[in-house]
């Protein structure tokens, strides 16, 4: 499929890369700068047997999962640690003094954000002998008062959620109301996901979402995620609901956290698939009582996921990658519903409508003859002087609109309405009583990719960079972010978000430790239309202005007696928004306590192609065909609400509307109107 529209320039990419690379080599140099958004804190105090606190003791860190020592840190004169800017894993913290046996903690437990305190005890003793103690599985948070609950890879392999996205695992935490997301299935991309949801009472919109500490979140969308990471790529899913730290910096409501899985120090991988198909499915107890097929839905979610060291498994190495590829597709059956518009009409033949339909068939007037007095008996205002029309006729049949007038009259049918409103090409005949009902797919395709590098230069600094890219190509049936009654003109949504993340840790001293992030998120926008939109051959009413690209058809609005409505919409639009983030951020152990000071510079740069409906926009309500008129059976003066579709093929709209943007300097853009209005008979 081709994309058109307006692109970022090339050497505007190649910028933004060069300047990801300059300050990642900057942060290498001078690492300066944190307790982390995602990281977590071990601290503690070490004491003798007699309570007496031990300075100057060598605590040790080490992870677990790569068997690497990742910090080596002393108590300071009060006898206090803090160890701060680890990775979400499990550790183990050694403590050991000359005079002293050593003492250890296994299995310690970091999540996002979680601040782990280790006591240690030491009593005298030589190296030979050693204290060993494994971490309760159940550590109870003591240091601040940051309301959170966290799910592990464990737990999310574990839990259901319907259409594999992680949105629906924030819903589980107390204080979460998402109506709309409880057993409903929620599509596996970003912008169009539902995200509704409210914490403690906040906006939705207050809600902020991370990846590895790097905002996932698009501004100028109103509340839009950027990538959606596989759930079996996440180690850790956290919502920190009330009372977040002052380093988040923004967000009134809720904080969402992923952080995703690193390489451990031996291999490890999977192949996945995931697939939901009608023929799997139980059937939908109404549908099963109406005698219908079930729904239409084929979903596979498919891929692998590796991970391991850089260099011989089980070995002291120094870096590890962990890596995604996953597949999802989605086929969904979708039905829609609208007023029908019977074939007859649309010939301009409003002399009958389908038997039983239980469609309305008002009288159409011809309002271009002249007009006779006459008075109307009102029920309510007794006799009222009227003007009475003609009723619009062809070979001596009321009700059908000629293709050329009758003597004294200018109405008759217009060759582009005609065109426009042929039966099945804009609007569709009932099949269902006053109902068209049928049924469309809506194909979701998406291609992820996640790499994951970590890499320890020694027991005081480590790196870790992320990139992660989701491609997606939707088909929105009905159109996105317009109203037309049948899915005669779809919507193709593009989009290729991006996130690029470097960060680095750095221990400057036993007691002052830096961290440095330099991230760089893209989420390029394209809507294009697809289907029923162009002008057909033969249609020739030219718009106010030159500008209407793809020479779109005109929206039209058709009012009673069955209101109908098309809309080919605004596209093909473009919307880029670029973000950089630079956050840097300093941890000070200081006595017993523990400063945190830093800075986070978040810069967006959004670019939008305006769009607006230049194409032109017709309003059909009836007043051309409406009025009173002498009932030719009765002889009574009868008041009619006349036909609005009568009106769209006499060509008489009540109002015209249309729109041109121009750019006359690089920030000054001028939207200009035109508009036009009819009332009456």
């Not at 317009?482 to 899915?487: E, L, V, Y």
């Not at 609005?557 to 093909?572: E, F, H, K, L």
Request: with cysteine; hydrophobic share 35%; proline share 6%.
């Amino acid at each position: 499929m081709k994309k058109c529209g307006v692109a970022m320039e090339p050497y505007r990419v190649r910028a933004i890369k060069l300047a990801l690379a300059g300050m990642a080599f900057v942060c290498l140099l001078n690492p300066a700068g944190i307790r982390a958004q995602e990281n977590g804190t071990i601290l503690g105090t070490v004491t003798d047997q007699n309570g007496a606190i031990v300075p100057h003791v060598v605590i040790t860190v080490t992870n677990q999962a790569t068997s690497e020592i990742v910090r080596t840190t002393f108590t300071n004169t009060e006898g206090n640690y803090v160890v701060a800017g680890l990775p979400i894993s499990t550790f183990t913290v050694r403590a050991e003094m000359r005079g002293f046996a050593p003492s250890t903690r296994t299995d310690l437990v970091i999540n996002v954000r979680s601040q782990v305190r280790v006591d240690f005890q030491l009593t005298v003793g030589v190296v030979a002998q050693e204290v060993k103690v494994t971490a309760a599985a159940v550590q109870l948070q003591t240091t601040n008062a940051e309301l959170s609950q966290v799910d592990t890879a464990k737990h999310i392999e574990a839990i259901d959620t319907n259409g594999r996205n992680f949105i629906q695992l924030a819903n589980l935490v107390p204080g979460a109301v998402g109506p709309s997301l409880v057993g409903s299935f929620n599509t596996p991309v970003g912008v169009t996901a539902n995200a509704g949801i409210n914490f403690n009472g906040e906006r939705q919109s207050h809600n902020v979402f991370s990846v590895d500490g790097q905002e996932n979140y698009d501004r100028g969308c109103g509340g839009c995620i950027e990538v959606v990471p596989d759930q079996d790529a996440i180690q850790e899913f956290k919502v920190l609901s009330s009372n977040a730290g002052q380093d988040l910096g923004f967000g009134s409501a809720a904080h969402i956290q992923l952080e995703i899985r690193s390489g451990t120090n031996t291999f490890h991988g999977e192949v996945f698939e995931f697939n939901r198909n009608r023929a799997l499915e139980t059937q939908p107890y109404f549908t099963n009582l109406a005698g219908l097929k079930r729904p239409y839905e084929n979903y596979n979610n498919f891929g692998f996921n590796f991970g391991g060291p850089i260099g011989r498994p089980g070995k002291e190495n120094k870096t590890f990658f962990f890596t995604t590829i996953d597949w999802r597709r989605l086929l969904q059956a979708t039905t829609f519903s609208g007023n029908g518009t019977p074939t007859n009409w649309a010939t301009g033949d409003f002399s009958s409508v389908p038997a039983g339909s239980g469609i309305e068939n008002p009288a159409i007037l011809d309002h271009s003859q002249a007009g006779t007095a006459c008075t109307y008996n009102d029920p309510v205002k007794g006799p009222t002087p009227e003007t009475c029309y003609p009723i619009i006729s062809s070979g001596g049949i009321n009700n059908v609109i000629p293709t050329a007038p009758n003597p004294g009259s200018t109405y008759k049918l217009e060759p582009n309405a005609l065109l426009l409103g042929k039966s099945g090409f804009l609007f569709l005949p009932p099949n269902s009583g006053t109902q068209a009902i049928g049924g469309v797919t809506a194909p979701v395709d998406v291609n992820e990719q996640i790499v994951r590098i970590d890499h320890q230069f020694s027991d005081k600094t480590s790196i870790m960079f992320h990139y992660i890219r989701n491609g997606i190509t939707q088909v929105v049936p009905r159109g996105l972010w317009q109203s037309s009654t049948f899915p005669v003109v779809a919507t193709d949504f593009l989009n290729e978000p991006e996130s690029v993340l470097m960060k680095v840790t750095h221990s400057i001293s036993p007691t002052l430790l830096s961290e440095s992030v330099i991230g760089f998120n893209r989420q390029p926008l394209t809507l294009l239309d697809r289907g029923t939109f162009s002008k057909p051959s033969g249609y020739n009413v030219q718009e106010i202005f030159a500008e209407n690209p793809q020479q779109r058809m005109p929206t039209i609005s058709i009012g009673n007696p069955q209101p109908v409505s098309y809309t080919a919409a605004s596209w093909p639009w473009t919307n880029v928004l670029n973000t950089w983030t630079w956050r840097e951020t300093l941890t000070k152990v200081a006595g017993s306590h523990s400063l945190n000071f830093g800075f986070e510079d978040l810069h967006y740069l959004k670019e939008q192609l305006l769009f607006g409906l230049t194409q032109g926009s017709y309003n059909f309500d009836g007043s051309a065909t409406s009025g009173f008129y002498t009932d030719p059976v009765s002889g009574a003066v009868t008041p009619t609400t006349g036909n609005a579709f009568a009106d769209f093929l006499l060509g008489n709209p009540q109002s015209y509307s249309e729109e041109q943007t121009q750019t006359l300097q690089p920030m000054l853009t001028i939207t200009l109107g035109s508009g036009s209005e009819t009332t009456g008979r």
